[in-house]
């Protein structure tokens, strides 16, 4: 069973904890040596400890674990409990340079491709990687991936952080949601007008299935003509899902760390949008794979569908605008 961010964050502190209580016993025993014989006393090596304690936690610092982080900085710091931000800090340096060290070509791009401010940058470094890697936009050296296990991993991190409740950090997800999309949208199975025409696998639901909520949102956008109220209804309701996890996060934590064991899934709610569903379970991501699968599945149906298959098309690039728009690239 996978160890939950909370669950993590309390082993690492634990263990810290205990291997600077056992070098301070055992430096302290040295020092008195040394002081007998004259000889230099020695220090602590803390941040020697910590290194050492969250590169024996590698196999569960999940990208999920390292957004999570700063959202617990964030809410230790509202509480005032600056010596928790400061382990928090040092937790998260560590935990980066340890996952950096261990990352995989694939996540590398990802991770370049995440802070890149525009869509010519974004594609030039995955036709890039895929090509074999190289050096690109002066400085930044790519290795080669190609644009399938590039999506791939994307589209692992995305679920990874869609499973969270509440979502760990909502700028990462549309960050990588945009690396994902851009990369669907290279792809060799991208059609003619671009967007991606096979049906993807999704961590939260199963290919022949469609989730409620984005299903309900999606019949909702078909009907609505122009592109504007389409887009601001989209950027509406994902705004009230995040505006909902925020709150339920700030309720939960009541301004402090608390690091225990939480459940994951979504706890039933009787509050609902106008449009008859609940916005706190809406994804993303989730609904931009929705899309695709919808979109993929009349195609096979021919030229009856032809006119839903377009719109369809439309809300795609809608919904990667939102993303977009919300990812903060370079920030």
Not at 32 to 48: H, I, L, M, Q, T
Not at 169 to 187: F, G, K, P
Not at 201 to 214: D, M, Q, Y
Not at 245 to 271: C, M, N, V, W, Y
Request: glycine letters at 6%.
């Amino acid at each position: 069973m996978a160890t939950t961010t909370p669950a993590l964050l309390d082993a690492i502190i634990r263990e810290t904890v205990e291997g600077i209580f056992v070098e301070e016993a055992a430096t302290e025993v040295f020092n008195e040596a040394s002081a007998s014989e004259a000889r230099e006393a020695a220090e602590v090596d803390k941040r020697a400890v910590l290194r050492g304690v969250v590169r024996s936690h590698l196999e569960e610092l999940d990208g999920s674990f390292l957004a999570a982080l700063g959202a617990y900085v964030q809410a230790s710091e509202s509480s005032g409990d600056m010596q928790l931000v400061s382990l928090l800090n040092a937790i998260k340096e560590e935990a980066l340079a340890t996952v950096t060290d261990a990352l995989t070509d694939e996540m590398q791009v990802v991770q370049l491709v995440a802070r890149l401010k525009s869509n010519e940058e974004r594609f030039e470094v995955i036709r890039t990687a895929h090509q074999g890697g190289g050096r690109v936009l002066g400085d930044i050296d790519v290795p080669g991936v190609s644009v399938e296990n590039i999506e791939r991993a994307a589209a692992q991190l995305v679920d990874e952080l869609e499973l969270q409740v509440p979502v760990p950090n909502w700028d990462l997800l549309y960050q990588v949601i945009v690396v994902r999309e851009t990369a669907r949208q290279l792809s060799k199975l991208a059609d003619e007008t671009g967007v991606y025409s096979e049906i993807v696998v999704s961590g939260s639901f199963a290919p022949s299935e469609l989730p409620k909520t984005e299903s309900a949102l999606i019949k909702e956008l078909v009907v609505v003509n122009t592109v504007a109220q389409r887009r601001a209804r989209l950027a509406q309701m994902l705004d009230e899902t995040r505006k909902e996890h925020d709150q339920e996060f700030k309720s939960a934590a009541d301004g402090k760390i608390k690091l225990k064991a939480t459940s994951r899934g979504f706890t039933p709610r009787s509050k609902q949008s106008a449009g008859g569903f609940d916005a706190t379970d809406l994804r993303p991501g989730r609904f931009i794979d929705s899309v695709i699968n919808l979109r993929a599945s009349l195609l096979k149906e021919g030229a009856e569908s032809a006119p839903v298959v377009a719109r369809l098309g439309q809300i795609y690039f809608e919904a990667c605008d939102v993303a977009m728009e919300y990812a903060n690239v370079g920030v």
